[in-house]
């Protein structure tokens, strides 16, 4: 199992432009999530999944968008990225019930100039 | 709104010395609490959790306790090793079915040789 899978894992784009961050789990989880880690700031949620087909706002959703395409995936996307969206972005998906730790990916750093 | 803090922010101690790292929160009406590790430039990587009806639970040399009626939690770790050099951080599920955490901000911790 490769677990939880982010692409890409850094991106440098400039005021303005537009991209989506991949993420899929191959754990059959149903719930998935989008952090952003900044420092000083720790771990702030923006989107979350609770299931397929459902999509949530977290603490700082703004300038986010997001999409559960299926089960396994769920995709972040900056429409006019600004230089306050530079950050470390985490995904995190988990199956629920007992056993809810929550898997992480490796992160994607991304660079807003 | 509740909000989770670690104390200390930073901690540098000798190989072999045995640790505390505390986590406080401020509504103690939480579902578990949880301490994961971060590795530099790594995803975060679950460590302990603890439902709310318990009041420790154990994991090789660490041993993560809780007080939810205070509010605190503790994150021991005994005869430390250069190995477990890393960030340290406490997240706490509030209750509800969506399994959102709130986060600490971590305590970086380094273990000389």
């Known amino acids: 199992n490769a677990g939880v899978t982010q692409t890409p894992k850094f991106q440098v784009l400039k005021t303005g432009q537009s991209m989506t961050l991949q993420c899929a789990q191959d754990?059959?989880?149903?719930?998935m999530y989008w952090y952003r880690q900044d420092p000083g700031m720790g771990l702030r949620l923006i989107y979350y999944?609770?299931?397929?087909?459902?999509?949530d706002k977290g603490e700082v959703p703004n300038g986010y968008n997001v999409s559960r395409l299926n089960k396994r995936e769920f995709s972040l996307r900056l429409e006019s990225a600004a230089p306050s969206q530079t950050s470390v972005y985490f995904c995190?998906?988990?199956?629920?019930?007992?056993?809810?730790?929550?898997?992480f990916g490796p992160g994607t750093r991304l660079l807003v100039l | 709104k509740q909000e989770v803090t670690q104390i200390p922010a930073a901690l540098s101690v000798p190989e072999g010395e045995n640790l505390v790292l505390n986590c406080s929160f401020t509504?103690?009406?939480?579902?578990?609490l949880q301490w994961f590790r971060q590795d530099p430039g790594k995803g975060l990587t679950s460590l302990l959790l603890i439902q709310s009806s318990q009041r420790e639970q154990t994991s090789g040399r660490l041993n993560a306790s809780l007080d939810k009626s205070s509010g605190r939690s503790t994150l021991y770790i005994a005869a430390s090793q250069p190995g477990d050099s890393a960030t340290y951080l406490c997240?706490?599920?509030?209750?509800?079915?969506?399994?959102?955490?709130?986060f600490g901000k971590g305590t970086l911790l380094t273990v000389n040789p």
């Open positions: 754990m059959n989880h149903n719930s």
């Open positions: 509504d103690s009406a939480i579902y578990n």
């Open positions: 999944s609770a299931s397929e087909g459902t999509t």
């Open positions: 997240a706490v599920r509030s209750g509800g079915s969506n399994y959102k955490l709130t």
């Open positions: 995190a998906s988990i199956q629920g019930g007992v056993l809810e730790t929550q898997y």
